[in-house]
């Protein structure tokens, strides 16, 4: 069967067409999602040069004739990219050399034109087949990177350096806003590293209160303090041969810090109660949402553990900074629920454009949980449409739209912060009727793009009732084409 089944990020490949044939070219991209792989479209080399620079292909169709160039001019360029893709020739009956010179220059293989879906399925499938072979035996791509999603060029450099500190035992310090995967790379380092055999031990630096800490990373005897009713092991103990991962570490308080980096540099502690000391020899990993820069400024953070912290500093980017990972991750999400649930279920391209408009200040953990409630949202139905997601989101998409639109005064949501468009619209004097007038009508004109103008569409995405839909049309100046 050549029905790839999209499982995990690892299984699914971007594609890039480059052709001039437009018509050629949505017929791939079809072929394509019927493998379950997403792919892009060019018609010209400038067109794939500017896609190249925001997506990481993994498999290009590339024409030899183009408006711009000569298809074999750009192989070399797109060899070359991060992502180190396959490419296959599209070539048509009369240029059999083209496709040889592009094989020895290093393509994958080549597809005569007009080829049939099941042999573009094929070409596309060995292809994809082979360039997972081909980065498994190269260094960096050893890692096994788990669950972990994305394929932006900033996501690519974050696995570099989950391979470099794989292959070292340095400690580790994961910043980045909330909700970016900080933990999720911890355990990825460490599930990749020399220690995976022995435990990985999260310490929720944030949640413990001054009493507690010491008796729950160091232990205590029996009878330490009241309550202490049996001897405990200590967390640091506990991840002895193994990682110690303190999250949320800007949050320890300095008597803490400075036990610690006692512990850091001795690798042994005495339990609350004991006389004796311990040794644990474990790995130290720490993340932070806090700018620890600015707390070592006002005294809240111990500068020499700041050092000892930070010799490998992987620096996590927020979801709105990588290209191409909302919708990967979107899906992935969707296809977890859907095992989960035991549900078909997919999601609406108009659905993507609503994500993708959105700046998720919350990162991966808010998109997860949208997603989850709009999975919820659309039982009964097989995908998730624009209408199952929060109201916030639909505003924001609207909102780029109208950005858009007017070219303008008003920008969108990603660059602007949640509340600009109101602002903008107050600063400019407009009544909140005319405001909501506006909204409305850009929404309709949207609406109907997206559904040509099919009113039960219209109906299903918007809610609304077939007559109420018909009188905001009319009230707006609008006709169905
Ligand atoms: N790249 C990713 N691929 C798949 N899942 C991800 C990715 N990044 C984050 N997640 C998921 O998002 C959720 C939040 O991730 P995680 O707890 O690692 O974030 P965090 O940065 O440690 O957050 P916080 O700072 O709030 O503790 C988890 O369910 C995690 O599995």
């Known amino acids: 069967m050549l029905e790839l089944i999209v499982k995990e990020q690892r299984d699914m490949a971007t594609v890039l067409i480059l052709d001039d044939d437009l018509r050629l070219n949505q017929t791939m991209v079809r072929i394509m999602g019927r493998m379950g792989l997403e792919a892009d479209s ?42 180190r893709p396959e490419v296959v020739i599209l070539t048509g009956k009369g240029d059999p050399d083209g496709a040889e010179l592009a094989i020895h220059a290093g393509a994958w293989d080549y597809l005569l034109k007009p080829s049939s879906v099941k042999q573009t399925m094929l070409c596309a499938e060995r292809a994809l087949k082979y360039h997972k072979q081909k980065l498994v035996v190269e260094p960096a791509s050893k890692i096994d990177l788990g669950s972990l999603v994305g394929v932006s060029p900033k996501m690519e450099a974050c696995y570099e350096q989950i391979a470099l500190a794989a292959r070292s035992d340095s400690n580790v310090l994961i910043t980045g806003e909330t909700g970016t995967g900080k933990e ?24 413990l209160n001054k009493e507690l800490i010491e008796s729950v990373l160091f232990g205590h005897k029996r009878g330490a303090f009241t309550g202490a009713e049996r001897d405990r092991v200590g967390l640091v103990k506990v991840a002895d041969r193994g990682t110690l991962f ?16 006692r512990v850091l540099q001795e690798r042994a502690f005495r339990p609350v109660g004991d006389t004796k000391e311990v040794s644990s020899n474990f790995r130290l990993m720490a993340a932070t949402n806090r700018d620890l820069d ?34 990967l991750l979107a899906l992935f999400r969707v296809n977890q629920l859907a095992r989960q649930y035991d549900r078909e279920m997919t999601l609406a391209p108009e659905s993507f454009d609503v994500l993708s408009a959105y700046a998720w200040p919350g990162n991966v953990r808010e998109l997860f949980a949208v997603i989850e409630t709009a999975f919820l949202h659309a039982d009964g139905a097989a995908q998730i449409i624009p209408r199952h997601l929060p109201s916030q989101l639909r505003v924001a998409a609207m909102r780029a739209q ?12 990603r660059e602007s912060g949640p509340d600009s468009l109101g602002m903008e619209a107050v600063k400019q004097g407009v009544s909140l009727k005319g405001f909501k007038g506006d909204m409305e009508k850009h929404y309709l004109e949207e609406l109907r793009t997206v559904t040509g103008g099919d009113i039960k569409r219209m109906i299903e995405i918007s809610g609304c009732s077939q007559s109420h839909l018909y009188s905001l049309l009319k009230k707006a100046g609008l006709s169905l084409k």
């Open 294 to 327: 600015a707390d070592i400024d006002q005294e809240m953070f111990r500068q020499d553990l700041l050092y000892r912290l930070k010799t490998i500093h992987i620096k996590l980017p927020p979801l709105r900074e990588r290209d191409g990972d909302i919708k």
């Open 246 to 261: 303190l999250d949320e570490v800007g949050d320890m308080n300095l008597d803490i810090q400075k036990t610690f980096l």
């Open 402 to 413: 109208v950005a858009r639109v007017d070219g303008s005064s008003v920008v969108s949501e």
């Open 42 to 83: 060019a018609a010209t080399i400038a067109e794939a040069r500017e896609l190249m620079q925001g997506r990481a292909y993994k498999l290009v169709f590339l024409d030899v004739r183009l408006p711009d160039g000569n298809g074999l001019d750009i192989l070399p360029e797109i060899l070359d990219t991060p992502s």
């Open 184 to 207: 999720l790379f911890a355990q990825t380092i460490h599930k990749n590293c020399s220690r995976r055999e022995f435990e990985f031990v999260p310490v929720d630096c944030a949640s």
